[in-house]
């Protein structure tokens, strides 16, 4: 399934806490359009295998989880915390998990009009016909203090350091998996966001789209 001719798709990939689901929202807010952030998919299969008490590396379960949770099931907030984050990363190193999320997500970007999806492979494996692609990204210390700020303001107590330390570890895995690595499309604008705001960073992406989408 393929958006059709004139379908705004704009796909945010970017490494973790670097503001593409925050870009992903207000993006979509600006068009009008519905928006899925693809990683709470991977939090969710996460989540499913720590709540059944699988060990996170069997493959097997998580295969077993992928072709039957409920996403109903998972409201957001259980699936946030930081030690999710890095269970996901694990998951989503797994072919047979990533083959079965691959459709819903492309049905997503396929509704008519359009769609904004955030997530690491949007641009390359997802939506790889996308008109217009963003790769945002910012210095790990940079990100690891947006997170830390982050994780304080919902009571989760950890030192930025560890936090820091959590960010390496998970670029290192995202990056380095065989299948669908996190990288930059070849036709994918590279949006450092280490000194913008989150307005600055709105406006240049909406420049972005302007000028793909005229293109
Ligand atoms: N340009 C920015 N400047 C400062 N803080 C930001 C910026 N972009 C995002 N943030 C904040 O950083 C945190 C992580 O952003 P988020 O969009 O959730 O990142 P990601 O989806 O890449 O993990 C959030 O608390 C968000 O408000
Ligand atoms: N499209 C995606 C989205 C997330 N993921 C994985 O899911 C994990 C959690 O993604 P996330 O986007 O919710 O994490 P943050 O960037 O918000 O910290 C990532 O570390 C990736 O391993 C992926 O592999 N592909």
Redesign the pocket.
Known sequence: MRPGTGDLVIAVD????????????RLAAHYGLPCL?T?LLYRMVARAMLDAGHDIHDAAAAERIVGSFDEAGFPEERLRGREI?EAASVVAAMPAVRAGLLARQRRFAAQPGGAVL?GRDIGTVICPEAPAKLF?T?TPE??A???H??LA?RGETAGFDSILADIRRRDARDSGRSDAPLKAAEDAVILD??A??????VAAAIEIVERRRGA
């Open positions: 970017g490494p973790a806490a670097s503001g593409k689901g925050t870009l992903a929202k952030d990683g984050g955030d945002v910012a940079v990100r203090a947006r997170r700020k982050e303001g966001t280490s913008l705001t989150i307005e600055e960073v």
